[in-house]
C-alpha cells in the first residue's frame, strides 16, 4: 500500500539554524511527493512539490529532492526563522486523488 | 477570493448521534475531498467527489458518507458517532481530477464526540 513515515518531533532550533526534517515512503509505481505546512490557527498549506525522480521542489528557503533508489523527500532548510515554526507534513499521491499524510513533524525555531 | 470554507468550526456532539459538517470549495474548483485528522496524526483520506459522485474512497466504514452538489460544494455525513470519530476534518478543494494539481485546505471543523 502507500504510506509515508515522517522524522518523529517535536524539533527545536535555534533561528539561522538548518533543518532537515526526515521523510520516506512507500508506494506502488511513481507516486508524486509533497511536503505541506500548517501554521498555527491556519489551514493545510502546500509548501513544495517533486512529481518525478531526481526532481527538487523548493519554496521559500525549503528544499526537497525525490530519491527514488532510497524512496526519501527529506526536507532542508539551511536557515531557519522563528516564522518557520509550524508543523510539516510528508504527503504522497499517485492519482491525485487521495494524498497519504505522515504523522507530522511539530517545528519550534527559538530567536 | 474566500478560499475553502467549512462550516461549523466546533461541534460537539454525543455518542450515537449523526452530524453533519459543510465545505465550500475554492472558487474553480470541482473536486472535493474529505480527510479526518485525530490529535497528533496526520489527515487520513475519507472519500473525494467529482461531478456529484463518490470517485475514491479510504478506509472508512459505511457510517461516514457524503454529497457534492451542483455548485460543487459537499457534505460530510457521520452516522451513529463513536468517541473515536472526534477529530479535526478537513476539506481540500482542486480543479479536476489531472495528476498534481494542488489541493487547497480549509481550517477544518472540530468534531468532539462525549
Known amino acids: 500500500g502507500n504510506s509515508v513515515t515522517q522524522m518523529e518531533g517535536p524539533v527545536t532550533l535555534s533561528e539561522e539554524a538548518f533543518l532537515t526534517i526526515n521523510c520516506t515512503y512507500t508506494a506502488t509505481g511513481y507516486p508524486s511527493l509533497f511536503w505541506y505546512v500548517q501554521y498555527p490557527g491556519e489551514g493545510l498549506q502546500l509548501l513544495l ?63 | ?19 453533519t459538517l459543510r465545505c465550500s470549495p475554492k472558487s474553480g474548483h470541482d473536486t472535493v475531498s474529505w480527510y479526518q485528522q485525530a490529535l497528533g496524526q496526520g489527515p487520513q483520506f475519507i472519500f473525494q467527489y467529482y461531478e456529484e459522485e463518490e470517485r475514491q474512497r479510504g478506509n472508512f466504514p459505511d457510517r461516514f458518507s457524503g454529497h457534492q452538489f451542483p455548485n460543487y460544494s459537499s457534505e460530510l455525513n457521520v452516522n451513529a458517532l463513536l468517541l473515536g470519530d472526534s477529530a479535526l476534518y478537513l476539506c481540500a478543494s482542486s480543479p479536476g481530477t489531472a495528476l498534481n494539481t494542488e489541493a487547497f485546505f480549509g481550517q477544518g471543523t472540530r468534531l468532539t464526540v462525549v
Do not use: W
Open chain 2, 1 to 19: 477570493d474566500a478560499g475553502v470554507t467549512q462550516s461549523p468550526t466546533h461541534l460537539i456532539k454525543t455518542r450515537g448521534q449523526q452530524v
Open chain 1, 49 to 111: 512539490k517533486a512529481t518525478k525522480a531526481d526532481d527538487k521542489g523548493s519554496n521559500k528557503g525549503f528544499e526537497a529532492t525525490y530519491r527514488k533508489e532510497t524512496t526519501s523527500f527529506h526536507l532542508e532548510k539551511g536557515s531557519v526563522q522563528v516564522s518557520d515554526s509550524a508543523v510539516y507534513f510528508c504527503a504522497l499521491t499517485r492519482s491525485n486523488r487521495a494524498l497519504y499524510f505522515g504523522t507530522g513533524t511539530s517545528l519550534t525555531v527559538i530567536p
